[in-house]
């Protein structure tokens, strides 16, 4: 089983970026997906949401409409999308698969996480 995510980088505030988790050795359209972050000195935070379908997403109140989690099943990839940046977004970004809590307790895979730095 992998997830590996990309995307991440520097960036200024007001920025965008990409980020996305290709996922391999599992059934990934199965599989409600999730992202998480983790700044330093900080508790890993949930980010966003989505249903194996892609019908079903939620947010934290943090990222919510500057944020869009999304997938392609045929790519077995997760997205997410991040619009106007805040320094306090700057964070490493993992992707997880599965449920779990809202501390990342119990998802059944993870990635090894992009860094995302917003500068101001």
């Known amino acids: 089983v992998r997830l590996v995510e990309s995307g991440g980088g520097l960036v200024h505030t007001g920025g965008s970026l990409r980020l996305s988790c290709a996922a391999s050795?599992?059934?990934?359209?199965?599989?409600?997906m999730a992202w998480f972050r983790q700044a330093p000195g900080k508790e890993r935070e949930l980010v966003a949401t989505?249903?194996?379908?892609?019908?079903?997403?939620t947010y934290a109140d943090s990222v919510k409409g500057r944020s869009t989690i999304s997938r392609d099943n045929v790519k077995n990839t997760l997205y997410l999308q991040m619009n106007s940046l805040k320094v306090e977004d700057t964070a490493i970004y993992y992707c997880?698969?599965?449920?779990?809590?809202?501390?990342?307790?119990?998802?059944?895979?993870w990635g090894q996480g992009t860094q995302v730095t917003v500068s101001s």
């Open positions: 997880a698969a599965g449920t779990g809590t809202v501390m990342g307790e119990d998802y059944d895979y």
């Open positions: 050795g599992f059934t990934f359209n199965k599989y409600p």
């Open positions: 989505i249903s194996w379908n892609g019908g079903s997403t």
